[in-house]
């Protein structure tokens, strides 16, 4: 069995007294690209630090492949780790050219050798003609291609990404993101990615690692992720979802669209989310299992049709995402029946 | 422009261990240099305000009983005369030359700025030379009206007033610069808003510019105030008394330290309050722009009557405050042909350059270990350290040098009477009066200066820059000299720059704390023209005047450059 590319095994840090990583456990095999995915300050920019050698560790142990590189008291130094760091800003350096950027951090050979190396990854990535401009000239697409070569160049053995693509706009980001995924995997390096965006994280990884306050709740593939959520926080972050009370009596919850298993204490407060698409509508006459309610407003959206729900006042109102090519019109009443599949019951007291 | 600096730089930086970043132990070290560094410069504050609470003495008692009341009353007129001034001219002409269009505004935009590089003092002695009643003016008058004394009436230069009206004309341009690049930095696209909003062009200005321009247009006249109360050489000059004089007169012509040291923190108190006054008009204001998007200025074209207006009205300042006094010292230099320019004046000159170059290179380094204390730690007590060490920008020269003097004197006897009293000899006076105790003083007035300067610098090195040149192979050491060292050489260069004019002006330090018979340009200048020797007095002033165009130059080019959306910046999302 060959090493992990990237393990942290119980790693805990903190800045001051203020702690930032709990126990926190992750493993990336070899050419695996891992999205760290969680909320602004649940701490996967340190993580990111801690496998650069940037921050160090007080409990615990980093390996990039198969060796030690981070221990209480002990941490090779970022320059000796051979990790790729990307940063949401580029941090490219404003005092040298586009090719004297990249070339930075190659070692080998002459110089001459070195500004070809660094040609190559810039021929690569499309930005060949920019390689006399200093970075300001650049368009930001640009500057996070010259990042992503810059940190490629010295051919590392992990490639730590933080929010790579957050300063792009929509369009740009798609293309961009593609880009850097077929690049990262043409190379089979190890990929470490840090992101708040699901989106990003589910076009791009092969699994997801969820992060929440310093540690790691859940990971695994998109799929799993978003159809075997394993906490309230899982199941609302990762994907839209309509939030319904309700009380667990008898190991299930009730709830006027279908009762769901709800394996806790009589009496225990639960929340019951539902996806959109877990939510399916028929037309009121011939049926009366569900609930009824009223369409309030209805868009079609290519391929789906996104309706908004009114369920008599019981709750807020439903979202529901329908994509059997039924137009359902605004005013129109239907039942409303949950998907066991598409539905998460957890107890009330866990934090969304 | 990486070969720039081959690591000169680095190696006075070569023991940082900043392997990982921000909190480690290792970096201890660095906030306790830091501090003690803040604590060494404070040292002269702390001293004045100590004196607070020395027991008032007979001197004391009878300063107060005598001119304190004249100190109080001049010094409150110069700063309403001075801070009325500095604001219309300032305001006023930034304005013109940033939203109108007109004949030569390119020039005079640049040309406002000229009064900046003339010294308070050398404008007064000049405008002495010029008003009294001897000088051209008054006798070109006498000539074409054929009046003798007592037939007319003539302001006298020599008062609160004329000194208010010189230091304006000189001063203005804190003002003119802060509001200029405010001007310039607002976003077109809020003074557009405004316009649809059904604002006209006068009201948007009025109601959106003008507001938004005023914490820049405080700083400024703040900063003016702040040159004002800490004059010397001006006030001296025309026989005004305010509290720099005082000082002065009661350090040596009463010998009464303490007392002196007590003018000194009741001027203090005026600089406090002046801060204060100048954080409180601030308020919370704190203006960003809001808008990102940039656009050229729609300059109002103005033609004809207005046009020729708007260009008295800018040239004026520049005339009064330099041409006028410039044209004037240059007239007696060619007077005197050369006499004046001998030996002697070389000499001075190169006591003056050898002080700026030595205060100007301690001041950057100092700024240095600072600003790398802060990055390193950023505590919020190396902070602190950092905004102490730069207060003594606010406090007159004066006031540092009784509080520098006091305690050097202090241990000079001291340790001369410990040294008598146990081995019988005497090690006389080794501290006070001496090139060290004047450089001590240089680099606590002027720390502030290279430390805003370096730490600007320093900010454009992001940390995220640091991460990657570490990743990307580069040890500490290397960081430094490859990625910090090019990237803040030219700022240094500058900041070292200013520091060397600003020492090349500075005249009440120096002459309080100068070794015996050891003068400066600023020294010499000033010394001659107190014998009323003004025609003499006129080249190592304009020795000076000269130097100070060097940062003057420097500004222009930077505030042409200060606009944002024009000069892109690396790294902004």
């Known amino acids: ?352 | 422009m990486a070969e720039l600096n081959p690591a000169g730089g680095a190696a006075a930086l070569r023991p940082m261990a900043w392997l990982i970043g921000r909190r480690r132990h290792n970096v201890g070290g660095w906030s306790a240099l830091a501090l003690f560094v803040a604590l060494l410069v404070s040292v002269p504050i702390l001293v004045v305000f100590a004196h607070v609470f020395v027991p008032a003495g007979e001197v004391w008692r009878h300063l107060a009983d005598t001119v304190l009341g004249a100190y109080v009353v001049n010094t409150l007129w110069l700063v309403f005369g001075v801070g009325l001034g500095v604001f219309v001219i300032g305001t006023g002409t930034a304005w013109l030359v940033t939203m109108c269009r007109f004949p030569g505004r390119a020039l005079l935009e640049w040309g406002l700025l000229l009064p900046l590089a003339v010294p308070a003092y050398a404008i007064a002695y000049s405008y002495a030379g010029l008003f009294e009643f001897s000088g051209p003016v008054q006798s070109a008058l006498r000539g074409w009206f054929g009046w003798s004394r007592g037939d007319y009436w003539f302001p006298n230069i020599r008062s609160v007033g004329g000194a208010a009206v010189v230091l304006a004309f000189v001063l203005y341009p804190y003002v003119y610069m802060l509001a200029r690049a405010a001007f310039l930095e607002q976003s077109v696209c809020v003074i557009e808003i405004g316009r649809t909003l059904g604002r006209g062009p006068w009201r948007s200005f009025t109601s959106i510019a003008l507001p938004l321009a005023r914490p820049a247009i405080a700083t400024g006249v703040a900063l003016a105030l702040m040159e004002t109360l800490s004059d010397f050489g001006a006030v001296q000059h025309f026989g005004v008394a305010t509290f720099t004089t005082g000082i002065f007169r009661t350090w040596f012509g009463l010998g009464d330290p303490a007392a002196a040291a007590q003018l000194a923190a009741i001027l203090l108190a005026f600089v406090f309050l002046l801060l204060v006054g100048e954080r409180l008009t601030r308020g919370r204001a704190q203006f960003h722009h809001t808008s990102r998007r940039y656009r050229e200025l729609p300059r109002y074209r103005l033609r004809g009557g207005p046009a020729a207006l708007a260009f008295l009205a800018c040239a004026l300042p520049i005339g009064l405050g330099f041409l006028l006094p410039g044209g004037q010292l240059l007239a007696w230099l060619s007077q005197t042909a050369g006499d004046s320019v001998d030996s002697r004046l070389w000499g001075h000159a190169a006591n003056s350059l050898m002080l700026a170059a030595g205060a100007s290179a301690i001041a950057v380094m100092v700024a240095l270990l600072l600003a790398y204390g802060v990055r390193l730690n950023a505590s919020p007590v190396a902070r602190g350290a950092a905004r102490v060490a730069s207060l003594g920008y606010a406090v007159p020269g004066s006031v540092i040098a009784v509080g520098i003097l006091i305690p050097l004197a202090w241990a000079d006897n001291t340790l001369d009477g410990w040294l008598r009293a146990s081995f019988g000899v005497s090690s006389g006076l080794l501290l006070s009066g001496t090139i060290t105790a004047l450089m001590f003083a240089y680099v606590v007035r002027f720390l502030a200066v290279s430390l805003n300067t370096v730490d600007a610098s320093l900010a454009k090195v992001t940390p995220a820059m640091d991460g990657v040149a570490r990743t990307l192979g580069m040890g500490p050491a290397a960081t430094v000299a490859r990625v910090h060292a090019p990237i803040i050489a030219p700022s240094l260069m500058t900041a070292a720059l200013l520091v060397f004019v600003d020492v090349m002006k500075e005249l009440p330090a120096t002459l309080i704390l100068r070794p015996f018979d050891f003068n400066t340009l600023a020294v010499h200048a000033f010394e001659l023209a107190s014998d009323e020797q003004l025609r003499e007095a006129a080249a190592p002033a304009l020795a000076i005047v000269a130097a100070g165009l060097i940062p003057v130059a420097l500004l222009s080019l930077a505030i042409s450059r200060a606009r944002p959306g024009r000069a892109q910046t690396v790294a902004q999302p």
Not at chain 1, 45 to 64: D, K
Not at chain 1, 85 to 114: C, E, S, T
């Open chain 1, 1 to 352: 069995m060959t090493a992990p590319g990237l393990l942290l095994e119980g790693v805990s840090h903190r800045y001051g007294r203020e702690p930032v990583l709990h126990d926190l456990d992750l493993e990336i095999a070899p050419g695996e690209i891992i999205c760290l995915l969680g909320p602004s300050g649940c701490g996967k920019t340190t993580c990111l630090r801690v496998a650069a050698g940037l921050e160090p560790i007080q409990q615990g142990r980093v390996e990039i492949a198969g060796a030690e590189v981070a221990r209480p008291g002990f941490s090779v130094p970022p320059e000796r780790r051979r990790v790729g760091l990307m940063f949401q800003d580029y941090a490219l350096f404003p005092h040298l050219r586009v090719i004297d950027n990249v070339a930075f951090g190659v070692r080998q050979g002459d110089k001459a050798a070195r500004r070809r190396a660094a040609m190559e990854l810039l021929a690569h990535l499309g930005v060949e003609a920019h390689a006399q401009d200093f970075p300001h000239v650049l368009s930001g697409g640009e500057q996070q291609r010259v990042a992503l070569a810059r940190a490629l160049a010295p051919r590392p053995m992990v490639m730590l990404l933080d929010e790579p693509f957050s300063g792009l706009d929509r369009r740009l980001r798609e293309q961009v993101r593609n880009d850097t995924v077929a690049v990262l995997r043409e190379l089979s390096v190890t990929t470490l990615l840090v992101t708040h965006d699901a989106e990003d994280a589910m076009l791009m990884a092969d699994r997801i690692a969820l992060m929440r306050a310093g540690a790691i709740v859940q990971s695994g593939t998109a799929s799993e992720l978003y159809s075997q959520p394993e906490s309230a926080f899982a199941a609302s972050f990762f994907g839209d979802v309509n939030v319904i009370e309700g009380i667990a009596q008898g190991g299930s919850v009730a709830t006027p669209m279908g009762t769901l298993a709800a394996p806790y204490q009589d009496g225990c407060k639960v929340r019951v989310f539902v996806r959109p698409e877990g939510l399916s509508l028929s037309a009121e006459n011939n049926d009366t299992s569900g609930a009824g309610a009223e369409i309030v407003e209805s868009h079609m959206l290519g391929p789906t049709c996104l309706v908004r729900l009114d369920l008599e006042g019981e709750f807020g109102p439903l979202e529901a995402r329908i994509n059997d090519g039924t137009p359902w019109q605004a005013g129109k009443r239907v039942r409303i029946r949950l998907d066991p599949e598409r539905s998460f019951v957890f107890p009330a007291s866990q934090e969304m």
